[in-house]
């Protein structure tokens, strides 16, 4: 393995066997330290939205007008997250695009963890959470069914679906490395990766089955990357309040789910190879390759914001124009500017290559990206709710403890999450690096700036 | 909570000596025939009746708040806390009307307790209802007698009447979003310093 290290292009079949080992070799202080700090976060905003059902909602900041502010940006924000993670996972499957080997585990489990996360956000900000199951098909004496054309029912099949979806398609792919890691471990670990490995012996057969299974998964999970954040959309462009009524919507949420979404693949990946040292394996070429989809949805979003201004000066409706002047200059005007900073300004540092291969460069635009985006959100359901049709009504919406703590509290559920899977199972896809090994040692060999910053 | 609010609006600057003339208009649930409020609630809590009414049904909602992001009128309004009322105040609670717990939404129901005392009472008698038999509370409490309440389909109700003689100065609010509002309002007159 040492041999391996030093020469660094001859990477070979073992040495990704024993590097991913060593990710999953038991966490140091450091890492349970983590652990328990995000759990600490989950634990915090489980009992800070206990009391809210206790109380009512009017524990959070919200009212009347703004009915819908952090939980529902909270909501779009972690479904938006889930999309690169798919996008990797399955469109460049199907495209046969080679660099995704090294990190699309890494994106699948943001995936469905993101998926898991967001799907929390409905049921937190539900008045009557005790009723949620109204929202379900299901046979009942009232003979009651939800109302289909409602797009909250819309977003319950598209949420479902997405995390069925997503997390059969991670467990399917991680069949073969739960067997691979099930030889070398014992204890207790061994029944979780028996139970995950779900009887592979590596036969021929089960490798025809596994590589069939897997590309109609993939075929399945295609859609959904452009279907499930454009029914998201529709929560807002199906409504008829200015700021939201808006044909755009849905692919300019899906560019911009598919933006912070890449943008967090880069949040976690940076560190993991860093901690875990599994940089020979996820390397700058790769990290490259993912700043160059942001920098292309990055541009996707400008422009979807300039189309849509375009859109609302060339229509002159007068409530329209309300809505957007005071989305730009209103008082809360600066989160909108804050916006374009982060999600149009500070993305366009990803055009020089010296940027896109600096990995503390990547972590930091990475993060301005997430913010941007989370504001977003923000900026168009809370602000539009706020600049609404009666302006007798206007309200800006300013958060109170509850919202924060609870909207932190969902990262450090989902970052929890993420690392205990991250540290339990093999977070890099050991079967398909060995299958790219060949072509990453060309790679290595022949593009220039990664040679260098190797 | 506010089911029914009065807006004043400034037409315009103060003239010369006077003080602005002020437009007032009552808003409450326009009762929409083509209500934004409806296919977006997605368990039925936000329902047409037969008769025409928009109805909140309390035990379906289950507080998405959807219907007020929805409403262009704004003038739902959610139960953010339980309600309470310190004694002797519980006492005043009107017995037909149901008591809405925390996280469901409301809004102006026409006073449908009324009306449907006053249907009762007619089918009970074996006749139709007649006009001025139920009335809002807002109508009745209204000492100007600015609102009316009446059967759109009857045509010789004082409210449809009200209607067709003031045909000129009818309107209804934000009519480019085609919510068809069953409220209508008559433009208010006032003396300008040139007719006066």
Redesign the interface.
């Known amino acids: 393995m040492a041999a391996a290290v030093d020469t660094n292009l001859e990477p070979r079949y073992i040495d990704v066997d024993h590097q991913v080992q060593r990710a999953m070799a038991p966490g140091s202080l450091k890492y349970w330290m983590w652990v328990l700090f995000c759990a600490f976060l989950t634990a915090l905003g489980g009992g800070y939205r206990t009391d809210e059902v206790y109380?009512?909602?009017?524990k959070t900041g919200?009212?009347?007008?703004t009915?819908?502010a952090p939980y529902i940006t909270n909501f779009v924000f972690w479904v938006g997250i889930a999309h690169s993670g798919t996008l990797i996972s399955a469109i460049l499957y199907l495209f046969r695009v080679r660099w995704r080997t090294a990190i699309y585990r890494c994106a699948e489990t943001m995936t469905v963890f993101a998926v898991a996360t967001a799907g929390l956000f409905?049921l937190i900000?539900?008045?009557?959470?005790w009723?949620?199951y109204?929202?379900v098909p299901y046979p009942n004496e009232r003979f009651?069914q939800?109302?289909f054309?409602?797009?909250?029912?819309w977003d319950?099949f598209a949420i479902g679906t997405y995390l069925t979806i997503s997390a059969v398609f991670l467990l399917t792919g991680l069949i073969p490395d739960c067997a691979n890691a099930r030889e070398v471990a014992t204890g207790w670990r061994k029944t979780l990766y028996t139970i995950f490995s779900f009887g592979w012996q590596g036969t021929d057969r089960q490798w025809r089955n596994f590589q069939m299974v897997y590309l109609l998964l993939a075929g399945f999970a295609t859609p959904l990357v452009l279907s499930v954040h454009s029914v998201v959309s529709w929560?807002f462009a199906?409504?008829?309040?200015p700021g939201w009524h808006s044909t755009i919507f849905a692919p300019y949420f899906v560019a911009g789910a598919i933006f912070s979404g890449c943008a967090l693949v880069l949040t976690l990946i940076i560190p993991i190879r860093k901690f875990w040292r599994l940089d020979e394996m996820v390397t700058i070429w790769h990290l490259d390759n993912l700043a160059k989809i942001v920098l292309l949805t990055s541009l996707i979003v400008t422009y979807s914001y300039v189309v849509e201004s375009f859109m609302v000066w060339y229509s002159q409706d007068a409530l329209e124009l309300t809505t957007f002047n005071q989305r730009y200059f209103g008082p809360q005007g600066y989160l909108f500017w804050m916006m374009v900073t982060c999600n149009c300004l500070i993305p366009l540092l990803l055009f020089s290559p010296r940027v896109r291969t600096n990995t503390v460069w990547l972590f930091i635009i990475s993060i301005f990206v997430n913010i941007g985006m989370w504001l977003e959100r923000f900026v168009i359901i809370a602000g539009s709710?706020a600049t609404?049709?009666?302006p007798?009504?206007w309200r800006f919406y300013t958060p109170h403890v509850t919202e924060i703590v609870i909207t932190v509290a969902s990262f450090g559920w989902f970052l929890m999450n993420f690392s205990l899977f991250a540290k339990f199972m093999p977070i890099v896809s050991m079967t398909e690096m060995k299958e790219g090994i060949s072509w990453l040692r060309q790679a290595a060999r022949t593009s220039y700036p990664y040679r260098k910053a190797a | 909570m506010s089911w029914l609010r009065v807006e004043t609006f400034v037409p315009g600057p103060a003239e010369e000596g006077r003080s602005p003339n002020l437009y007032m208009a009552p808003i409450m649930c326009q009762h929409c025939d083509h209500a934004p409020c409806e296919p977006v609630c997605p368990v039925f809590a936000s329902v047409h009746t037969r008769e025409g009414l928009n109805a909140q049904i309390y035990n379906r909602c289950i507080g998405t708040r959807f219907c007020e992001n929805n409403c262009p009128y704004k003038v739902r309004r959610f139960n953010w806390f339980a309600p309470e009322w310190p004694e002797p105040l519980n006492l005043q609670l009107n017995p037909d009307v149901t008591v809405r717990g925390a996280g469901v939404m409301e809004k102006c129901t026409f006073c449908i307790q009324r009306i449907t005392a006053g249907e009762i009472d007619a089918r009970t008698e074996g006749r139709e209802l007649k006009d001025g038999e139920v009335i809002t509370a807002c109508a009745q409490a209204c000492p100007t007698r600015a609102i009316s309440f009446g059967d759109l389909n009857d045509h010789n109700s004082q409210m449809v009447k009200r209607r067709v003689e003031g045909l000129p100065r009818v309107y209804t609010m934000l009519p480019q979003l085609n919510a068809l509002p069953q409220v209508t309002y008559l433009r208010s007159l006032y003396n300008t310093t040139e007719n006066s």
């Open positions: 109380t009512g909602l009017g919200l009212t009347e007008p009915m819908w409905p900000h539900l008045g009557r959470l009723f949620f109204f929202v009651l939800p109302d054309r409602s797009p909250l029912v319950f929560d199906m409504t008829q309040l709710l609404n049709t009666m007798s009504q």
